[in-house]
């Protein structure tokens, strides 16, 4: 059981990896409302990994965010800082993706861009030292 909890962490990390790449494209490509929303869904797939190790199956984004909060954040296993940037993130994300009116600058996207990197290589160190990566 606990080698398919570490293929399904590990495609949750790829996952959020991919939508790194993904985010890096729609960068170059202007495409700046997709990549703060999909900077969101990067963080969001790395949170889940970390959630799997406490058998924490949560598909809801309130969920994610409220649930990484209590299991890592308020027990000082990931910095606060991290699950900010979550929550800034998904704040994000719901204006690229629902506010037409509101313009979305290259400066955000790039920003949401590297919160996402910080968020993930902090989430992929734990792993890692856990012994699940």
Do not use: C
């Amino acid at each position: 059981m606990e080698e398919e909890l570490k293929i399904e962490i590990k495609q949750y990390i790829k996952r959020s990896e991919d939508a790194i790449d993904t985010v890096k494209i729609l960068i170059n490509h202007k495409k700046y409302p997709d990549a703060v929303s999909k900077a969101y869904y990067a963080m969001f797939y790395a949170a889940s990994a970390l959630l799997r190790i406490k058998d924490l199956d949560v598909s809801k984004h309130s969920g994610v965010l409220s649930q990484f909060g209590l299991h890592f954040v308020k027990t000082g296993i990931i910095d606060k800082n991290h699950h900010k940037r979550l929550i800034k993130a998904f704040n994000d994300r719901d204006v690229a993706d629902y506010r037409v009116m509101k313009e979305v600058i290259e400066q955000v996207a790039i920003q949401k861009l590297e919160d996402a990197q910080k968020f993930i290589e902090a989430i992929k160190s734990f792993l890692i030292n856990g012994g699940w990566l």
